[in-house]
């Protein structure tokens, strides 16, 4: 059996804690998310068609996106603040699947990486694409919201594996 790692955010006596970054170098780092959205036909139409009453479902949820992962750090409540220097959010629409691929990558210079704020930013935009077609289907399905990539600081390099999965 493999050695276990201890959690970041408890103490030496289980309680929850903010680790203390203070100390560390600011490096570069990166990461990136994903998810996957399925819609109905009338819905997966709309976004293709960008037929929405509320506007153009894909570019508010890239501005949500955006906000959420600026806002990281007052979702979350022991994540740190950065200072980010990049967020994009991508979309992939698939007909024979009626879905949309959400991907967000984020970027920094700072002590702590931005996995979470991709994982944040990825999150939020999906929830936005339900929140501008729920009148139309209920049924949406925000799916294997994952963290696909990461780089920068003491872990290294994470590369999700195209068949990882965690045993319950």
């Known amino acids: 059996m493999s050695k276990q790692k201890k959690l970041s955010h408890l103490d030496e006596t289980g ?3 903010m680790v203390d970054v203070s100390q560390k170098q600011a490096t570069s780092r990166r990461a990136e998310a994903s998810c996957t959205i399925l819609l109905n036909a009338t819905s ?4 293709q068609n960008n037929k929405a009453k509320k506007g153009n ?6 501005i949500a996106g955006i906000m959420a992962a600026k806002k990281t750090a007052e979702l979350i409540p022991l994540c740190h603040q950065i200072n980010l ?4 959010i991508d979309f992939k629409l698939s007909e024979s699947e009626k879905s ?18 991709s994982l944040v ?5 999906s929830l ?10 209920k049924n949406i399905r925000i799916t294997n919201i994952v963290l696909n990539f990461k780089d920068g600081g003491r872990s ?4 999700r594996k195209k068949s990882s999965s965690h045993k319950l």
Not at 85 to 88: H, L, P
């Open 15 to 17: 309680d929850a804690t």
């Open 44 to 47: 997966y139409d709309i976004v």
């Open 57 to 62: 479902v894909l570019e508010v949820a890239r």
């Open 85 to 88: 220097s990049n967020v994009a």
């Open 100 to 117: 949309i691929h959400v991907s967000a990558s984020t970027a920094t210079t700072d002590k702590t990486g931005v996995e979470m704020e």
């Open 121 to 125: 930013a990825t999150s939020i935009a």
């Open 128 to 137: 936005t694409v339900y929140d501008m077609l729920k009148a139309v289907d």
């Open 156 to 159: 290294g390099t994470f590369i």
